[in-house]
């Protein structure tokens, strides 16, 4: 990259001072990269225009979120501007979750089921569904936990939230499965794991990603979720395992799920109370996933196109 106009000049200090970089790195970027070639004083020092001074700030806020300079230091000005705009977009959504978050658990205080339905149809309308997932229903059903834990929320009060959340998943998982094509995952808890919101919302993830979500539900023999995946000729089968009291029970089910599952069918598992287990526990062709990313990745695997041969 060139530096751009004659006008003002600033010393690497004054531009060090001004974009938050050090000087050594100023020097570093020039001479690796050459992001900006600033003119030589009489005496060989860099002076830098008001243009340098500008991109190598785009730069420096770019490489802040994350993006390597190798990477972005031969981009246009414009291509640096969409990257930041993209973490501003980021920025005003995360204000929307927390108001919709805020919004639910204000229905849930006013007891107004109408409001609590309404506020979560919007997530789902205005956010893609991993930012629904990370940032408006998983902390709001945890804050309803800690309330109801201390007391401050009825058992009534959570299943309101619950079930509002379960039939907008519902819902959601039909219309995304009309469309859907391609390999299937089959959905459910093994028996005794009552909890199931953290599934559900897995499948509408993986649904909304254009696969084919078997939603079973909660509480399930392993043999009989076995049975279905093969019957609808499932890539995987996702379970989760919450109840930490239950691990014992939920590992011996797991062995039960691998013996009646084709070897190629993996059984992908997450949940709170895998933490407690080593991994070497899991049956073969386990696959332990932490979280969103770690489910996103495993989703892309499947819908990617197979490679040719
Ligand atoms: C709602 C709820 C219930 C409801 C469940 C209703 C339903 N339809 O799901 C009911 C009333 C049935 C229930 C029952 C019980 N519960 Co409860 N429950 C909760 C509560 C309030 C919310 C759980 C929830 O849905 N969270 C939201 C989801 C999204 O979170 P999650 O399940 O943890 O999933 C996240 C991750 O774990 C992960 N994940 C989960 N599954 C998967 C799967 C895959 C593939 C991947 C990639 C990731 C993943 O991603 C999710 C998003 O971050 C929590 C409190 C809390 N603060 O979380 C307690 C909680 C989970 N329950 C608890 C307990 C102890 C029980 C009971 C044993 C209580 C009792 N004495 O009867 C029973 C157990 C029933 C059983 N055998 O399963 C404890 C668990 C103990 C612990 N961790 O130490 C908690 C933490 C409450 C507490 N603070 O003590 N519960």
Same mark, same amino acid.
């Given at each position: 990259?060139?530096?751009?106009?004659?006008?003002?000049?600033?010393?690497?200090?004054?531009?060090?001072?001004?974009?938050?970089?050090?000087?050594?790195?100023?020097?570093?970027?020039?001479?690796?990269?050459?992001?900006?070639?600033?003119?030589?004083?009489?005496?060989?020092?860099?002076?830098?225009?008001?243009?340098?001074?500008?991109?190598?700030?785009?730069?420096?806020?770019?490489?802040?979120?994350?993006?390597?300079?190798?990477?972005?230091?031969? !981009? @246009?000005?414009?291509? *640096?501007?969409?990257?930041?705009?993209? $973490?501003?977009? =980021?920025?005003? &959504?995360?204000? %929307?979750?927390?108001? !919709? @978050?805020?919004?639910? *658990?204000?229905?849930?205080?006013?007891? $107004?089921?109408? =409001?609590?339905? &309404?506020?979560? %149809?919007?997530?789902?309308?205005?956010?893609?569904?991993?930012?629904?997932?990370?940032?408006?229903?998983?902390?709001?059903?945890?804050?309803?936990?800690?309330?109801?834990?201390?007391?401050?929320?009825?058992?009534?009060?959570?299943?309101?939230?619950?079930?509002?959340?379960?039939?907008?998943?519902?819902?959601?998982?039909?219309?995304?499965?009309?469309?859907?094509?391609?390999?299937?995952?089959?959905?459910?808890?093994?028996?005794?794991?009552?909890?199931?919101?953290?599934?559900?919302?897995?499948?509408?993830?993986?649904?909304?990603?254009?696969?084919?979500?078997?939603?079973?539900?909660?509480?399930?023999?392993?043999?009989?979720?076995?049975?279905?995946?093969?019957?609808?000729?499932?890539?995987?089968?996702?379970?989760?395992?919450?109840?930490?009291?239950?691990?014992?029970?939920?590992?011996?089910?797991?062995?039960?799920?691998?013996?009646?599952?084709?070897?190629?069918?993996?059984?992908?598992?997450?949940?709170?109370?895998?933490?407690?287990?080593?991994?070497?526990?899991?049956?073969?062709?386990?696959?332990?996933?932490?979280?969103?990313?770690?489910?996103?990745?495993?989703?892309?695997?499947?819908?990617?196109?197979?490679?040719?041969?």
């Amino acid at each position: 990259m060139t530096s751009g106009g004659y006008g003002a000049a600033y010393s690497i200090k004054a531009v060090s001072q001004a974009t938050g970089l050090t000087v050594e790195t100023l020097r570093a970027w020039e001479r690796r990269y050459r992001v900006v070639a600033p003119r030589r004083a009489a005496g060989g020092h860099r002076l830098y225009s008001a243009v340098d001074v500008e991109r190598l700030r785009r730069l420096q806020e770019v490489t802040r979120l994350g993006h390597p300079i190798g990477q972005v230091a031969q !981009l @246009a000005d414009a291509d *640096l501007d969409r990257l930041l705009a993209e $973490r501003d977009a =980021d920025r005003s &959504q995360g204000d %929307a979750a927390r108001a !919709l @978050a805020q919004r639910i *658990l204000t229905s849930v205080e006013r007891y $107004r089921p109408d =409001d609590c339905d &309404q506020a979560v %149809a919007m997530a789902f309308a205005l956010l893609p569904v991993p930012d629904v997932i990370r940032r408006v229903l998983s902390p709001v059903l945890r804050e309803v936990g800690d309330r109801w834990h201390r007391g401050d929320f009825t058992i009534a009060q959570e299943h309101m939230v619950s079930s509002s959340i379960r039939r907008r998943i519902g819902a959601l998982l039909n219309t995304f499965n009309g469309s859907a094509r391609g390999s299937g995952v089959v959905f459910a808890t093994l028996g005794g794991e009552q909890h199931e919101l953290g599934i559900l919302m897995f499948a509408a993830l993986a649904a909304s990603r254009s696969l084919r979500a078997f939603y079973l539900g909660p509480d399930l023999p392993p043999e009989d979720i076995a049975d279905y995946a093969r019957r609808v000729d499932a890539a995987a089968v996702a379970v989760s395992l919450v109840t930490p009291s239950s691990i014992e029970l939920s590992l011996r089910q797991l062995g039960t799920l691998r013996d009646g599952l084709p070897p190629e069918v993996e059984i992908w598992i997450g949940g709170a109370a895998c933490g407690g287990v080593a991994p070497e526990d899991f049956p073969p062709g386990s696959v332990l996933m932490s979280g969103c990313a770690d489910f996103e990745t495993r989703i892309n695997l499947l819908v990617a196109p197979a490679p040719h041969r």
